[in-house]
């Protein structure tokens, strides 16, 4: 119930290429659904977040696609460049009170993006 | 821009020593976290702490594992007796509550070796 399955668990890609990370969560309580990057030796950083009010969320190259009926989520990174090298996180928590940093992560994706 | 930050990066002790892992979360956050991250693993919720207290706080946070915010500034986390198993990057958080885009700030991390 409280799990938050992400695939793949690496990429690569060449440069200019569309990486898509997929995410799947089973607690249908989650209403927050925001996506980590990490650099090696880094703490995650949000790069953007959805909460289920709407479909689909850009920011800049990244876009989070949400689809509420079949507890998935989706990150396409467009023109993807060599400095969007890291570790992608999806992660689903509640959107109320402080719970927004009580968050479920899932495994990682590890993405490459070879000039 | 405000950060919320870590010491001491690194921390190297003995199977069975106590530690203390401190951060300083972004000024005006409520909410505080500790996370903790296995070598090439997924990123854990430990607790959340709110108010001078524990709000919630996961299997993985048992009787070993203490927060404490002695002061207006520092949040602590002790592990009583270290085991081995307890070698990881442990992350703090802070998170202002009640605005409408809030999101959890994330430290750099302190990576704990126990040997």
């Known amino acids: 119930q409280q799990q938050v399955k992400q695939s793949p668990q690496s990429l690569i890609v060449q440069k200019g290429g569309i990486p898509i990370i997929n995410c799947a969560y089973e607690n249908t309580a989650f209403d927050y659904f925001p996506w980590y990057q990490q650099f090696p030796g880094k703490g995650p950083a949000l790069l953007i977040a959805?909460?289920?009010?709407?479909s689909e969320k850009k920011e800049g190259r990244f876009t989070i696609s949400f689809n509420k009926s079949a507890k998935q989520f989706s990150l396409h990174i467009m023109d993807s460049q060599p400095g969007d090298s890291a570790t992608y996180f999806c992660a689903a928590g509640l959107n109320y009170g402080g719970s927004q940093g009580n968050l479920i992560f899932g495994k990682g994706t590890k993405l490459s993006v070879k000039p | 821009e405000p950060e919320v930050t870590q010491t001491p990066s690194h921390q190297v002790t003995q199977m069975g020593q106590e530690v203390i892992l401190r951060c300083v979360p972004i000024s005006n956050h409520l909410y505080f976290y500790w996370y903790r991250q296995i070598l090439g693993q997924k990123v854990e919720f430990l607790v959340s702490?709110?108010?001078?207290?524990?709000?919630?706080k996961s299997e993985i946070f048992d009787d070993q594992f203490s927060v404490e915010r002695p002061d207006g500034s520092n949040f602590t986390l002790k592990i009583r007796s270290t085991k081995l198993e307890d070698s990881a990057m442990y992350f703090c958080a802070s998170l202002i509550p009640g605005q409408i885009n809030t999101e959890a700030f994330f430290g750099q991390g302190t990576r704990l070796t126990v040997v």
């Open positions: 959805i909460r289920p009010d709407v």
């Open positions: 702490f709110y108010n001078n207290e524990i709000s919630e």
